[in-house]
C-alpha cells in the first residue's frame, strides 16, 4: 500500500541520491514488459498498480548503470530469432479472441547475447526455449534461486558481430 512517502516524484528526481547497484541492468524492452503489466494491472485494480508503480521506481533507482545498448547487431540478432519457427509464438500473436502485446523476450535475448549479460527472470520457460537455438549467457530465476543456463564466463565474440545460429538453423 502506498505510504505518504511515496509520493509521485519526476523521473529526475527519482534518479537522485539513489543508491546503486552496479549487477543490476536493465535495458529497454524489460522495462517495457514491465510498464505494460503494470497499465493493465492498474485499469482493473488501480491499489495493485499504484504499488507496482512504486516497485518499479524503486528498482530504477537501484539500476547501476544505463540501459544496455539496442545496437544494430542486437536488432539483426533478435530478427534471426524471429525467423525461428520454434520461437515465432514470442512474438507473433495468433489468438485473435485475446488482445495482448507482443512480448519483449526475443528482444531480451538479443541484448542478452549481445552484452554478454545473464538474464534474470521468473518466467524462465520461454528463455529456455530461446536458449535451444541461440545459446544464452545464463538464465537465473530469482524466485527459486536457481541457473535454469549456467552463468557463462564473457565471450570472446566482439560486440557487434552477429551471432550464428546453432547448427539445426544452418541454411542446407
Known sequence: MPTSSDTIRTPTEKRSGS????????????????????????????????CLRIWLDRLLDTSGHAPLEMTFAAAQLQAQMMEVPALRSLWKITDSKRLRPPGQDLAIAALSIEHQRPIATVNTRDFMLINEYFPLPGVFDPSHQLWNVARKPKSRRRRGMPLQPTPELAPA
Open 19 to 50: 543508491s546503486k547497484n552496479p549487477e543490476l541492468i536493465l535495458c529497454y524492452p524489460v522495462v517495457l514488459e514491465i510498464e505494460m503489466g503494470i497499465a493493465i494491472k492498474s485499469r482493473h485494480d488501480p491499489v495493485a498498480g499504484e
